[in-house]
């Protein structure tokens, strides 16, 4: 507009400021490697290009994409957090959805602090939630759903929690125990079985006569896959536990199967530990992961075997998840030092 009146100034300044947001939209348009015409960057001026997506929409979005490659529990643990979600949405946001771009810091704190609201959760079932939740947004963001992502700064704070295993004394009180229930029996060699071979319970319940196999040693092995991560893991068996799977060679809960063991569901399994636990007279919550916190502390690293080998045993990807077990076995260290102590004393 000609002219240096301030109509003319307000009005080229605007044409500017157009002209700009026009080439930024042709620069932006062309990194995304997009067939430029006049229409697509008349509408990315316009914003009518975009899509807004909703936070139920991103949920059912990873749902479609993840049911086929993560786990059924992974799974089922997701949806649980998405009916969370909904909860949150209904009750401090009287709203069934909210679109992404709406998310910001303020909502993922108050999403954490209805979490804790909740007299069932815990502050590790807490931060669980918490962290699939981050998980979700990150995915948004790595699909341009949305530009900043609101989880990034909020730090997930697990607590430790104490690990169940059984000591040398207790484990040889399970083994030796005599049940007259003969679930009780069975229950309780599949679990010392577990002892032996470090096995979670997915895995041992799907173990079957193909993960048998010679080892380079001529003895037995046990070749498998861990059903959690797909990491392979190589199992020499030992004694106890080849004893114990000769044993079940004809039980009818697998006769005619390629099965090796008689697993009961997980909930039926924990179940008969506890009644075990209690008959045994050992004073913990017995439940069938315990078994593999066994093997790694008790059976093996007790025995000073290389953390390196354990770690492979287990079927960890990282060596820093195998030494959590190592900082278990810091008790063993102590009462052996506090030996030591005696008899250098005693040699005074």
């Known amino acids: 507009m000609l002219g240096n009146g301030a109509e003319s100034y307000q009005i080229n300044k605007k ?5 700009t947001l026009l080439y930024k939209a042709y620069d932006d348009l ?4 997009q067939v430029i015409t006049a229409h697509l960057i008349k509408n990315w001026y316009l914003g009518t290009d975009q899509q807004h997506h909703t936070l139920l929409y991103l949920s059912s979005y990873y749902d479609e994409k993840m049911s086929g490659v993560l786990k059924y529990g992974t799974m089922k643990n997701y949806r649980t957090t998405e009916n969370y979600l909904k909860e949150y949405l209904k009750k401090q946001h009287r709203t069934s959805d909210i679109y992404l771009k709406q998310i910001d810091y303020q909502f993922t704190l108050g999403f954490e602090s209805y979490l804790r609201s909740l007299s069932r959760l815990q502050n590790n079932g807490v931060m669980k939630h918490m962290e699939r939740f981050k998980k979700l947004m990150r995915l948004a963001e790595h699909l341009n759903w949305i530009e900043k992502n609101p989880t990034v700064r909020f730090k997930l704070r697990f607590e430790q929690v104490d690990m169940v295993y059984l000591s040398k004394p207790e484990l040889e009180k399970v083994k030796s125990a005599v049940f007259e229930k003969d679930v009780l029996n069975i229950n309780r060699d599949i679990f010392v079985f577990a002892c032996y071979t470090g096995l979670p319970y997915a895995d041992a319940r799907a173990l079957s006569t ?3 196999q010679i080892g380079k040693d001529g003895k037995k092995w046990i070749y498998t896959r861990r059903s959690k991560t797909n990491t392979a893991v190589r199992i020499p068996l030992l004694e106890e536990a080849e004893r114990i799977l000769d044993s079940f060679k004809d039980h009818p809960k697998i006769d005619g199967t390629e ?3 008689p697993v009961y569901s997980n909930q039926k399994t924990n179940q008969y530990l506890k009644e075990i636990a209690k008959k045994a007279k050992i004073r913990k919550e017995l439940k069938f992961h315990a078994a593999r916190h066994t093997f790694a ?7 000073r075997m290389p953390i390196e080998t354990v770690s492979k045993l287990l079927g960890h990807t990282k060596l820093s998840t195998t030494q959590i077990y190592a900082r278990v076995i810091d008790s063993k260290i102590a009462n052996d030092f506090d030996n030591l102590r005696l008899k250098l004393n005693g040699l005074k």
């Open 259 to 261: 099965k090796l063991l």
């Open 297 to 303: 502390t008790t059976v093996i690293l007790a025995n």
């Open 30 to 33: 062309l990194k995304q490697d």
């Open 210 to 212: 193909n993960h048998l």
């Open 15 to 19: 044409l500017d400021e157009t002209r």
